[in-house]
Nanobody, 118 residues
């Protein structure tokens, strides 16, 4: 059973920065991809950024140029660096990992709250 533990959320003023982390219980290179999702109150969960095992990244349009996803293979950790934060970035941020070939499985962390004040 893969475990993902997020950390690093908190309260920050608009324009500020925050970095959230996702620590995996096993080598992140085993995963097809690891992504950061977020869910604001009353809204659907949405993909923010993802990184594949090969290192390719993709971002939601709303965060391009402000957020950066990266990983530390030795620490089995994926990071999301968030700069120039806006109040609309306020949400619970979840880490997701996909594993498998053909039939895939997805694992979720418990989430970490990010609140951006105006």
């Amino acid at each position: 059973q893969v475990q993902l533990v997020e950390s690093g959320g908190g309260l920050v003023q608009a324009g500020g920065s925050l970095r959230v982390s996702c620590a995996a219980s096993e080598s992140i290179l085993r995963f097809n991809a690891i992504g950061w999702f977020r869910q604001a109150p009353g809204k659907q969960r949405e993909l923010v950024a993802a990184i594949t095992s090969g290192g390719s990244t993709n971002y939601a349009d709303a965060v391009k140029g402000r957020f950066t996803i990266s990983r530390d293979n030795s620490e089995n950790t994926v990071y999301l660096q968030m700069n120039r934060l806006k109040p609309e970035d306020t949400a619970v941020y979840y880490c997701n990992a996909e594993i498998g070939v053909g039939v895939t499985r997805n694992y979720w962390g418990q989430g970490t709250q990010v609140t951006v004040s105006s």
